[in-house]
């Protein structure tokens, strides 16, 4: 289909062509592929929070098949690269999705046996910007395509101005059936992912108070927003049983110094605290 759009050896036929079998099936599979690459970033997220070594080895699993899914839809789009330098953005999709693959090995280990601080570290500062790379690299692309369906359209336009009605016909259609493209695209996948997108990374670095948008819609992108969601509240769950678990660890170790304090007043010198501390305040507990 390469050619150039403003040149009478690609015909009216060609660019119609061109935008039905080559753009059209780009952007669709380029909306396939950014949802399934923002889920498997979930499911890393999710596995994260997991409660026990159980729960977290059933999310790998689904990370793991997750995975596969997006190496086939990458492979997959092979065929549909257009040019030279669309293919540099094919290979920026592929070397960024795995180095985020890569780097979501040692968490997945650290998840399996719940090392969920140290799990939780790594995401922040190592895989999401990863993560974020890859959102990029799909966004690069997907741009590709739209602008290619768009100089389509126009080249259609002007060609059909020196040609016959039929010719023109084609033209508009082709203008029509790119527009369309491009429209549903960016209405119903592009501007949800990126929206789902800068919701999950504003959340990774600690904003929880932010809305998660598009739950309530029924199709995948409202199925990403839940599964969002559910993140969201399980981490703020996990922040309020820690604080209140560490209040609990204060107020028993205030009470344990509270009594003996009071006993040393009273003069009873051979008095201990015999509730343990955590390790770190052991010393204090013991002198």
Not at 9 to 16: F, N, W
Not at 134 to 161: C, M, P
Not at 231 to 242: G, L, M, V
Not at 266 to 281: M, Q, S, T, V
Request: include cysteine.
């Amino acid at each position: 289909y390469q050619c150039d759009w403003s040149s009478d050896v690609c015909s009216s036929d060609l660019k119609l062509d061109m935008v039905a079998n080559n753009t059209v099936p780009s952007l669709a599979h380029l909306s396939t592929l950014s949802t399934r690459a923002l889920e498997a970033r979930l499911l890393m997220a999710k596995q994260i929070l997991a409660t026990d070594p159980t729960e977290a080895m059933t999310i790998d699993d689904q990370l793991a098949a997750k995975e596969q899914e997006v190496d086939k839809l990458i492979a997959d789009y092979r065929p549909l690269v257009y040019n030279a330098e669309e293919q540099k953005l094919f290979d920026t999709i592929d070397s960024t999705w795995k180095e985020w693959k890569s780097g979501a090995e040692p968490i997945r280990a650290l998840t399996l046996q719940t090392e969920t601080a140290a799990a939780t570290q790594a995401f922040n500062t190592q895989l999401n910007p990863k993560g974020g790379a890859l959102a990029d690299a799909l966004t690069g692309i997907r741009d590709f395509n739209e602008k290619l369906g768009k100089d389509a359209g126009n080249a259609g336009l002007a060609s059909g101005e020196s040609e016959q009605n039929t010719a023109l016909i084609i033209a508009a259609a082709s203008t029509v059936i790119a527009l369309l493209v491009i429209a549903f695209t960016f209405a119903r996948v592009a501007r949800p992912l990126a929206g789902l997108t800068a919701a999950m990374e504003d959340m990774a670095a600690g904003n929880l108070d932010r809305t998660v948008p598009y739950l309530d819609n029924g199709d995948e992108i409202g199925g990403i927003g839940r599964a969002l969601q559910a993140i969201k509240e399980a981490i703020a769950r996990r922040s309020r049983d820690e604080a209140e678990a560490r209040l609990e660890v204060q107020q028993r170790m205030v009470g344990g110094l509270a009594t003996g304090l009071s006993d040393l007043r009273d003069g009873k010198l051979d008095c201990r605290i015999e509730h343990a501390f955590p390790p770190e305040y052991e010393g204090l507990r013991h002198d």
